[in-house]
């Protein structure tokens, strides 16, 4: 028997999909409630699918009654920092007045329960490392700060009507199902790890390593890669505080280990027997030197073992055998 339905929104997404696995091995039904502008029908597997947009608000009621969720997870969003500058009106629009829809129809439903996709993006570029969750709020883009703004808006939910919230604030997902169903896939990619790799199978054009000048001992930048089946189980983890009566929190999801581009690319090519191409090319506009949780909160709440936590040589088995397997199919659309 089911303990209950999750509404997911962004489930056909890259973590949202394998929240959605994780939540079905936990026991719970997960609802995928998706537009599919960057998500995948063929990743929709583990519980039934409702095709909506957050923007409208009729379509996230009529799925409320339906399926009754006894919580929400939110995934959908825009997620790309580039064109959040480029584009800061889609992103205000998307994450934050789509999710004041989705805190609306928990309202009206009595749904008290909500685990939210945040970002390490809210904290901007700290002068202090490894992040913990007291680090000042400080965004340097409009991606970060519609996140930011949305977890203000969970803490008001929560003083005026009761809801519990989970914001995590995700570091770099990277990896895929080690059983090989799901993996990274999306239309515009901009992530290192799925690039490397297509690089690899020459489904793009080399690697553009972005920065070599950076403050880091090889001049490339940093960043805190952390496992997405592991972030399926935190969701999960967090999902339970919350039905349990837990407090409301913000917390960190990352590893605390930090890897260098050039860290990443030598691995890559060691587990996959295969050379990187690539080239060099200047820093991308606000990307800070070096981001690295401080994991030590949600392993705290969420009874996460660091010794069940997947390091960067896991990340990119799974996402090899992935990518290697599935990828080109895909990409041709099968
Ligand atoms: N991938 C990362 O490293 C990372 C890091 C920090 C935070 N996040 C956050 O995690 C969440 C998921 O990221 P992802 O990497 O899985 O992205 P993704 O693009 O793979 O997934 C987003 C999903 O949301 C859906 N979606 C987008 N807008 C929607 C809308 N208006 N209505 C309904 N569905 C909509 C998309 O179709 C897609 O299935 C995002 O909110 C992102 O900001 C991701």
């Not at 030197?289 to 705290?300: C, E, I, N």
Request: charged residues 20%; proline residues 7%; aromatic residues 6%.
């Amino acid at each position: 028997m089911s303990r209950g339905a999750v509404l997911v929104t962004g489930g056909a997404g890259y973590v949202g999909s394998h929240a959605c696995k994780a939540l079905a091995l936990a026991g719970f039904t997960p609802v995928t409630f998706d537009n599919f502008s960057t998500g995948n029908r063929w990743a929709v597997r583990f519980g039934p699918l409702e095709p909506g947009d957050i923007l409208d608000l009729a379509a996230l009621h009529l799925a409320f009654k339906r399926h009754r969720p006894i919580a929400v997870m939110h995934f959908a969003g825009a997620a790309l920092v580039g064109e959040s500058m480029r584009e800061p009106a889609l992103y205000w629009r998307q994450n934050l007045a789509g999710t004041l829809n989705l805190v609306e129809a928990c309202r009206i439903h009595d749904v008290g329960a909500f685990v939210f996709s945040s970002t390490c993006a809210v904290y901007g570029t700290p002068e202090r490392v490894p992040i913990d969750e007291d680090t000042p709020k400080a965004p340097i883009n409009p991606y970060g700060a519609s996140k930011l703004a949305v977890e203000r808006l969970l803490a008001d939910a929560a003083m005026a009507h009761g809801l519990r919230f989970a914001a995590l604030r995700y570091f770099n997902a990277a990896g895929a199902d080690p059983e090989g169903e799901l993996g990274e896939h999306r239309p515009v990619e901009t992530h290192l790890i799925p690039l490397l790799l297509d690089a690899i199978l020459g489904l793009r054009p080399p690697l553009q390593v972005l920065g070599t000048d950076y403050p880091t001992p090889d001049g490339t930048a940093i960043r805190d890669y952390v496992h997405v089946a592991d972030l399926a189980v935190a969701h999960v983890r967090a999902l339970e505080h919350l039905l349990a009566g837990g407090d409301s929190l913000a917390c960190n999801l990352g590893t605390g280990e930090g890897h260098s581009v050039r860290q990443v690319i030598e691995a890559a090519e060691r587990i996959t027997g295969r050379p990187v191409p690539r080239v060099e090319a200047p820093r991308r506009p606000g990307d800070p030197p070096r981001l690295v949780a401080d994991p030590g909160l949600a392993r705290d709440r969420f009874r996460l073992l660091p010794s069940n936590v997947a390091g960067l040589e896991r990340i990119l088995e799974t996402a090899w055998a992935w990518h290697a397997c599935h990828r080109a199919r895909r990409l041709a659309g099968g």
